[in-house]
């Protein structure tokens, strides 16, 4: 069974910076990418990053790019999202999921529980 925990989300200050991590569990993960959507209240979920567990490749959302960084820890199957330079806009609840290398949410099986992000001063 497929499991998918987040952690690290808590309230920051705009310019700070904040590391989310998900720990998989129950798949072989090598055939498919880890993906960070985000949802604000009122809003659709939001692509965010990805990363493909085979070859490393990923793809940012151009309102991220510059600011975040994905990165994967192969030894305790677990990716962290570097959020820096986090602005008022990137407040809400972000989301790891597990599937193809793909910017649509539909396209994933299987997500985690989120953790909040809120940056206010």
């Known amino acids: 069974q497929v499991q998918l925990v987040e952690s690290g989300g808590k309230l920051v200050q705009p310019g700070d910076s904040l590391r989310l991590s998900c720990a998989a569990s129950g798949h072989t993960f090598s055939r498919y990418a880890i993906s960070w959507f985000r949802q604000a209240p009122g809003k659709e979920r939001e692509f965010v990053v990805t990363?493909?567990?085979?070859?490393?490749?990923?793809l940012y959302a151009k309102s991220v790019k510059g600011r975040f960084t994905i990165s994967r820890d192969n030894a305790n199957n677990t990716v962290h999202l570097h959020m820096g330079s986090l602005k008022p806009e990137d407040t809400a609840v972000y989301y790891c999921?597990?599937?193809?290398?793909?910017?649509?949410?539909?396209?994933?099986?299987?997500w985690g529980q989120g953790t909040q992000v809120t940056v206010s001063s």
């Open positions: 999921a597990l599937g193809p290398m793909s910017v649509d949410a539909f396209q994933y099986h299987y």
């Open positions: 990363i493909n567990w085979r070859n490393n490749d990923t």
